[in-house]
């Protein structure tokens, strides 16, 4: 499985931004996929992550501020950001779980949240 993400940058506070994470493989074939991040200093940390039955789950930080989604024909997961506060800095990974239970990463997309 190979996950590419990109959509990362520099984005004022109060502002948005959309990640995107395209898998090499159907989702169908995976148990879960979801973001992470690791700001410097810091272990990486569970942002949000969804099901293939399409249960969502977010840290309580981005609760009501961050979106994850998905499409299932383009094998395309998204992480829309809103209301980004300067904490929100971070490297993003995109992570999937198979349904034999095997990890797989892509390479980090860097969002820089400052003015």
């Known amino acids: 499985v190979q996950l590419q993400a990109s959509g990362g940058g520099l984005v004022q506070p109060g502002g948005s931004l959309t990640l995107s994470c395209a898998s090499s493989?159907?989702?169908?074939?995976?148990?879960?996929i979801g973001w992470y991040r690791q700001a410097l200093g810091k272990q990486r940390e569970l942002v949000a992550d969804?099901?293939?039955?399409?249960?969502?789950n977010y840290a309580d930080s981005v609760k009501g501020r961050f979106t994850i989604s998905r499409d299932n024909v383009r094998n395309t997961l998204y992480l829309q950001m809103y209301s980004l506060k300067p904490e929100d800095t971070a490297f993003y990974y995109c992570?999937?779980?198979?349904?034999?239970?095997?990890?797989?990463w892509g390479q980090g997309t860097q969002v820089t949240v400052s003015s």
């Open positions: 969804i099901t293939r039955g399409g249960n969502t």
């Open positions: 493989v159907s989702f169908d074939s995976l148990n879960t």
């Open positions: 992570k999937a779980v198979s349904r034999r239970r095997l990890a797989y």
